[in-house]
């Protein structure tokens, strides 16, 4: 995973460039920019994105050195394995030193993590993920900005509180240039570097569309872009793609074909794997995953979703709650406890801990205020800040009460940046323009 700081250009094979990032050194993609070796490039989720003046890059190194290892000692300290003293439980032991060892965890395995309700066993599960988390991700957060375009949608999920069926919403539709300038004023004016451009099943937004917005964007800046239009089709996927958008967020919802069909009507989960599979042959990288604990769903669909983000190559897990809408035929339905939902993202980390970046959602802070703490302390290393016009975000009514929804992206930025200091973590996808590190320096103060 690349840092939102400059890195230099090392080497350069093809299409790929080694990059040092203070002695570390990544791998990027470079499909858009000429290099040289030495320049200075930002990179995102694996692409060269933008080539850095050299004095303007060794600014803002100077600036990030010294935190760079402090954070990083941060985390190593907070991620020590151990068992809460006088707690024992001889199976999740085997379980986690299996998990620990790389080797194969087996179904039971998976139910025995799943089920054990002892806080002391759950507390060593979550520090079990956070320790691969850590020992193979290192402390990385992906900080990304979602804008959601408009609200209108062809579709009738039965949870959703955004499809078709609910009347009783306002529903909206950015203009073209409200879309560029809030893309534009994110990357600027806040230092995103990956932005997830997102609406409802919206025929207005048509892949020539989306591919115009985009190639407007990226003229005027240089920024990961990642699209979130539910089906698109083959055809949608490669006109977008072309125009520069490097990444899709859709999740499958569920791996259950069943029950699938019964929340989807008129939609099967086939196609919308083949999507998946198809962005991921184009180039795009993978952002996906279920929601957890919709109607029919069991212990074993959830370790078959976690199985299916893999091996689809998800570059991001995004496994959050379902939570009941009341305009929707499901609201009576209660969503899964939080301590369950905190085992899913675990149990994510423990099956993957070299590749997935894994979101802490906001559906899941709506659930529980500290899920962002305690998800990134449980394996995950992902994040999402809406950065949505205001007066729309309410609108984009997927669940009620949806966190952050009338936060200004000033102070979402600060909350993000003083938890992550707190715990060690770089940010990654929000760079530090001037604005943003005077920001962070007037807060760190007291965090750390
Ligand atoms: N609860 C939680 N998540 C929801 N989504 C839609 N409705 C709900 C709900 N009621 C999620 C879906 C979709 C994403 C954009 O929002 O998983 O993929």
Known sequence: MCYAIPGQVKAINDKTVVVDYFGEEKRAINDLINLNIGDYIYAQGGYVIEKVAPAQALEVLALWKETFFELQEVDVRLSKLYFEEGYHDTKLSRILDRALERSSLSR?????????????????????????????????????????ISNI????????GISSHNQQIK???????????????????????????QSGEDSFFSPDKIAKIIREIKKQAGVLIAISFGEIGFDGLKTVYDAGARAMLMRFETSNPLVYSRLHPG??????????????????????????????????????????????????FSFGPFLPHPNTPIAGYLPWDKDKIFKVLAIARILDPENAKILVTTAFETLHPDARKEGLLCGANSVMLNVTPAKYRALYSLYPNRAHVSESINSQIQDILALLRSLGRAPTDLGVSEKIFLMEQSITEGAL
Do not use: W
């Open 267 to 316: 939609r099967n989960l086939d196609t919308r794997i083949a999507h998946l599979k198809r962005a991921g042959e184009l180039g795009y990288l993978i952002m996906t995953g279920a929601l957890v604990g919709i109607p029919g769903q069991t212990p074993d669909d959830v370790f078959n979703d976690i199985f299916l983000a893999k091996e689809l190559n998800a570059e991001m």
């Open 153 to 160: 949608c062809s579709q009738n999920c039965f949870y959703c």
């Open 171 to 197: 529903r909206y539709r950015m203009s073209e240039q409200e879309i560029v300038d809030t893309a534009l004023s994110a990357i600027k004016d806040y230092g995103f570097k990956a932005l997830v451009l």
């Open 108 to 148: 039971s395995d998976l139910h025995y993590l799943f089920s054990v309700e002892e806080k002391a066993a759950n507390a060593f599960i979550y520090k079990c993920a956070n320790f691969l988390r850590q020992k193979y991700l290192k402390n990385s957060c992906c900080v990304h900005g979602i804008i959601e």
